[in-house]
């Protein structure tokens, strides 16, 4: 009987032991459900970033292609500024009054309206959108009216806008991509499990970045990691370096078309003036 109970023990003991290195080796992170949200989340965000751009790009070529007056433009560049975003300086020469929110003074002229802000409301995507139409494009170049596109100048006219939107449309979208991973998406961070609903895609990335290399809790939580654990942990990091190498990825396409645009501009430019020239040169000779 003795023997029996001590045999018992013993395999209670030992069953003890190998359920808790088990439950060591083998239970998912504290993280684990946080992160399959936010990874679902993201696929979310992706689509929203992509509509949000279209829309400002489709916008933008409308500004481009159908401007019925160049002098309304000047003048709403003007009056939108001084009446939503007048400087200390323009208030201090009685030119207009300063907003109530000193972060929207000069909101539209200054590109840190843009870049600085990771979460647009809707005044500051207001202002943003006012600053990349004076980057573009700041005075469009004004429609002819309707009789005259018919002829064979309406219809260089009509062609020469299409040349200028299409070289516009390259600088136009790498700055609304840049709006549109900054515009909150409803319910983007109750998907991904956010103490806010509504974040932007920029907030979404901060999150993920933020939640290790400047949390204190996520130093203390791997620190009694499991060596499985930490494999995934590890995993996790790497699939979402994936993830950010796309967006790496994304963005370098837009800056080498810029530059394709900027060299084909360029050389067209270049070719333009020897071939007049040889153009004269050869009308002589053939005279």
């Known amino acids: 009987v003795m023997m029996e109970g001590a045999i ?13 290195d088990a439950t ?27 509509q949000t751009a279209g ?12 401007t019925p007056s160049s002098a309304a433009v000047i003048s709403r560049h003007y009056d939108n500024h001084v009446a939503k975003y007048c400087t200390a300086e ?11 929110d000193p972060a929207m003074q000069g909101a539209d002229i200054r590109v840190d309206t843009l870049l600085g ?34 002829t064979a100048q309406g219809k ?17 979208n790498s700055l609304n991509q ?3 991973v900054r515009t909150p998406v409803a319910g983007l961070g109750a998907a991904a ?5 509504d974040i932007s895609p920029m907030e979404l990335m901060e999150t993920l970045v933020n939640g290790r290399f400047q949390s204190p809790d996520w130093y203390t939580m791997i620190s009694g990691f499991s060596t499985e654990n930490l494999l995934r942990e590890q995993n996790k990091m790497q699939a979402f370096k994936l993830w950010m190498d796309l967006q790496s990825f994304q963005q370098m396409e837009r800056v080498e078309a810029m530059l394709a645009t900027n060299l084909a501009m360029g050389v067209k430019a270049d070719s333009a003036a020897q071939l007049e020239v040889a153009r004269s040169a050869a009308a002589k000779a053939g005279q």
């Open 8 to 20: 018992a023990a013993q395999t209670q003991l030992y069953m003890e032991k190998v359920r808790a």
């Open 24 to 50: 060591t080796k083998y239970e998912l992170s504290p993280r684990s459900c946080y992160e399959a949200a936010t990874g679902a989340a993201a696929g979310q965000a992706s689509a929203s970033v992509k």
């Open 55 to 66: 829309s400002l790009n489709q916008a933008s070529a409308d500004r481009t292609l159908y």
């Open 90 to 100: 323009e208030a201090a020469q009685g030119r207009c009054s300063l907003p109530s």
């Open 117 to 150: 802000n990771s979460n647009l409301t809707p005044s500051l995507l207001e202002a943003v959108q006012a600053l990349i139409a004076k980057l573009v494009n700041p005075i469009p170049t004004q429609n002819i009216p309707k009789a005259w596109e018919g």
């Open 156 to 172: 260089a006219f009509i062609a020469g806008q299409y040349i200028e939107q299409a070289r516009a449309s390259v600088a136009a």
């Open 178 to 180: 840049a709006v549109a």
């Open 193 to 197: 499990m956010v103490n806010k609903a």
